[in-house]
């Protein structure tokens, strides 16, 4: 049976998050499919890094490391993969929906020809009966994303292309150490053979990794607004509303393309999942791509001045009225219950 | 550095962000057909950077390409009215089921028989799909290098191009050779508005098929002033092998689509006067959720 393969990108020296969740992913898929899990791992000073896959239930580990291939590049990273898929031809291979994955991947499926499918939110194993050819495909990996701005949630397949590639958020997927003392092997490429001199046109000048901020995952609480704070001092109103209650401010995408807010505050979809104890989503209407970042969250409560906005379908506590109004009263009802 | 020609790709696409109550049908589903059609915001990001090259460049021009049905001749009107040379529809029913894939080759068949560019700027994804992929695609296909998530055009010389990545945790300033795609980001400039004088000149472009269907009074118009007609290109009128397009070209297929219908379930009401957010605030710190 044909391997799925996880890419797996390296932040600072180490593993990223994503590929860390998608190894674990990537995991189930293999047990369910009897079938190896292996990672590509492409960067320099790559030494030791297979010990942090391999916890993960990874069997075999690619590294391809060489001075020229980080920070990333798109070239170098598309030949990598692309010669090592037609060699070890995988079922499928997963990707992290992170600014390295989403330029990578429509790249690599473009040159063999496969079908790549954005942002899954899940992966599913299943059959496939194809009416027009009368033809029954077993063990498909079911794609499942929303689109059309999330007012669809579609299942996508690719019947007879391999391998079925997909990208997944950070955050989407759970991660979970399989085994600490689990046991795969190491293949060291030889770079030279899986790139050539034309892949390294592109030049990176100058690059500073500011490190983010803003760490919602992290947070317990995370406060949140929309459109309908109104603007951009009104949202002032929900830092001061995170600082007491020790949470992070999000946002939606609608009040980030207001410039309420700053871009990696996003929740959603196309923005950061997040499973806090508490979502306080404050003039968020709450459109499935929002939702979709933070429907797991343990509570919800929903401040919105329209009685029927869809973010109160899923809120545990509705509070109908002005935000710029019942903010502060949170604010003072939590000092005075605390004292 | 030499005129430049620069080609955007661009998409019109179903204002998806602006789901009114008219694009709901009475069972919570959305009626997609209801929703006006719009230029897709980043390819609009990706026209401000092409049309900055052009101020920079004298000479320069700037030509819209869009695959889609005849209607999309729209967007390349508007973005004549910013600013653009013009634009080229590619539109043909045997494109019809498309994925990113299929989409990508036929693009780039297109651009095949444009031939003649320098940049291709593309907006970073199209808010109908969300994928991010038919740009670099599009490269792949073409043997291009492609920067993906650009926010600046900082500065080309030599042949080659200098410009600023927004990523998730910082910036990249990159340098690449000419020809070269490159997608742009959202939070790149906005586009320029429309120009008066623009609007005077090209708002009776038109494509033949919309020339066919219109009752122009002006038809010697098309002969006089040459930059009105849009052009119109079939399959029959690009290179391509008809089994990588549509469906057939289309690695993934879609098994289901389901409608998402927001389902009601029970929650506390509470209104906004001080004894409900009292006694919220109380119930929140005694099971333990905040405090």
Known sequence: MNNIFVYCEIEEGHVAEVSQELMTKGRTLANELKCNLDALVIGHKLDGVEKEIFPYGVDTVYLADDKRLYPFSTLPHTSI?????????????????????????????????????????????????????????????????????????????????????????????????????????????DVANYVSDADFAVEIIERHMEKSKVNMKAAPIVVAGGYGMGSKENFQLLFDLAEVLGGEVGASRAAIDAGYAEHERQVGQTGVTVRPKLYIACGISGQIQHRAGMEESAQIIAINTDPEAPINSIADYVITGDVVDIIPKMIKYYKKNTK | MKALKIIVLAKQVPDTRNV??????????????????????????????????????????????TMGPGRAAEIIREGMFRGADGGILLTDRAFAGSDTLATSYAISRALKKVKDYDLIIAGRQAIDGDTAQVGPQVAEKLGLPQITYVEEVQKIEKGKIFLKRRLERGVEVVSCPLPMVMTVNGSA????????????????????????????????????????????????????????????????????????????????????????????????????TIG
């Open chain 2, 189 to 288: 400039a906005d586009c320029r508005a429309r120009n008066a004088k623009m609007i005077m000149k090209y708002k009776h472009a038109k494509t033949v098929t919309e020339l066919q269907n219109s009752n122009e009074d002006y038809l010697h118009l098309y002969n006089d002033r040459p930059y009105l007609n849009i052009p119109e290109w079939t399959i029959s009128d690009i290179e391509v092998d008809h089994a990588e397009l549509g469906l057939s070209g289309s690695p993934t297929k879609v098994k289901t689509v389901e409608n998402v219908v927001l389902q009601a379930k029970e929650a506390k009401i509470i209104s906004s006067a001080d004894t409900d957010i009292d006694d919220l605030m109380h119930e929140l710190i005694e099971n333990h």
């Open chain 2, 20 to 65: 009114g109550k008219d694009a709901m049908k009475a069972d919570g589903t959305i009626n997609r057909a209801a929703l006006p059609a719009i230029f897709n915001p980043e390819d609009l990001n990706a026209l401000e950077q092409a049309l900055r090259v052009k101020d920079q460049f004298p000479g320069s021009t700037v030509t819209i390409l």
């Open chain 1, 81 to 189: 993969i692309v010669k090592l898929f037609e060699e070890q031809k995988p079922q499928i291979a997963l990707m992290g929906a992170s600014s390295v994955g989403r330029d990578l991947g429509p790249r690599v499926s473009s040159a063999l020809h496969s079908g790549l499918t954005a942002d899954c939110t899940s992966l599913v194993i299943g059959d496939h009966f194809d009416k027009k050819q009368n033809k029954n495909y077993e063990n498909l990996l079911y794609q499942i994303r929303p689109a059309f701005g999330g007012n669809i949630i579609a299942t996508i397949i690719n019947p007879d292309c391999r391998p079925q590639m997909a990208t997944v958020r950070e955050g989407v997927m759970k991660k979970e150490i399989l085994d600490p003392k689990y046991k795969g092997k190491v293949v060291k490429l």
